[in-house]
């Protein structure tokens, strides 16, 4: 059972949603994801979802573009990102951490390394799951295996385009969770109809046994209370981003913190 599956079978046993908030790694300072990713956990994030920068974010809207960008200028790739996943591990041992990004980076690190090595180290730095937007799950089914036999899931995106036969697919391969992408468009886009996910979730369902997230476009704790009714869990990363960018290094983590503990005690009332 991974360190997800063990997280999210015990919030369901106490009758509580997941938290799951997106940060970028090496914004917005290189140095500070380690300490940001302590603070989120201590406020309440349930999983992290850890942003692998990358020169064409094309799921991505400005505001993860943008921080991505400035990760970039840092020299932030992911030999730097599982570095501080590392870190982070050196005293959280619990909380699961999912990189999310594209198949570019982890096939150059594969390209450099040699065969297989950024599996074997993801698991060795302590991730527990893997998000590669331009991974179709056609194509996964050895790669999944892999993840699966070091301990680590991967985890994929539905939409509302999405059709029956694609969720089957999904369904074949997927782990951990699901993520449902609430909106047509990139992240931060648009806002959330509450009504059509509710309505999509039991479809999903019917052909996905893994929990369902819901993201794009929860913004604050009324609507993260709102898909909190319907979802095993609410991802929240545009708004958050936000938040923290032209933060002093001092205040970031006391104003993320603040932030998602809001929404966790949103989620919990």
Do not use: W
């Not at 380690?34 to 809207?61: K, N, R, W, Y």
């Not at 970039?72 to 909380?95: C, D, K, P, S």
């Amino acid at each position: 059972m991974s360190r997800i599956d063990t997280t999210l079978t015990q919030l369901k046993a106490r009758g509580r949603k997941a938290l799951i908030p997106f940060v970028t790694a090496g914004f917005p300072f290189a140095d500070s994801t380690p300490s940001l990713m302590h603070a989120i956990a201590t406020a309440g994030a349930d999983i992290i979802e850890l942003g692998v920068p990358f020169s064409d974010p094309s799921a991505d809207g400005p505001v993860i573009q943008k921080a991505g960008d400035r990760a970039l200028t840092f020299g932030i790739g992911l030999v730097q990102v599982l570095a501080m996943v590392r870190e982070f591990r050196h005293t959280n041992h619990t909380t699961p951490v999912v990189l999310m990004g594209y198949a570019n980076p982890i096939e150059r690190y594969d390209q450099k390394h040699g065969a297989d090595s950024f599996i074997k180290d993801a698991a060795a730095a302590g991730v527990d799951g893997v998000l590669i937007v331009d991974y179709p799950p056609e194509e996964c089914v050895e790669f999944a295996a892999k993840l699966r036999a070091h301990g680590m899931d991967l985890i994929f995106l539905l939409a509302p385009t999405s059709t029956d036969e694609r969720m089957q697919q999904v369904a074949q391969v997927a782990s951990g969770y699901v993520y449902y992408v609430s909106l047509k468009g990139v992240t931060g886009s648009g806002a959330l109809d509450t009504a059509a996910v509710e309505a999509m979730l039991p479809r999903i369902r019917q052909h996905v046994s893994v929990p369902v997230g819901v993201g794009f476009g929860i913004r604050d704790a009324e609507t993260a209370r709102a898909i909190g009714r319907v979802a095993d869990a609410v991802v929240i990363g545009s708004r958050l981003i936000q938040l923290i960018d032209g933060q002093p290094r001092e205040t970031v983590n006391a104003v993320a913190a603040g932030f998602l503990s809001d929404i966790r005690q949103a989620l919990d009332a």
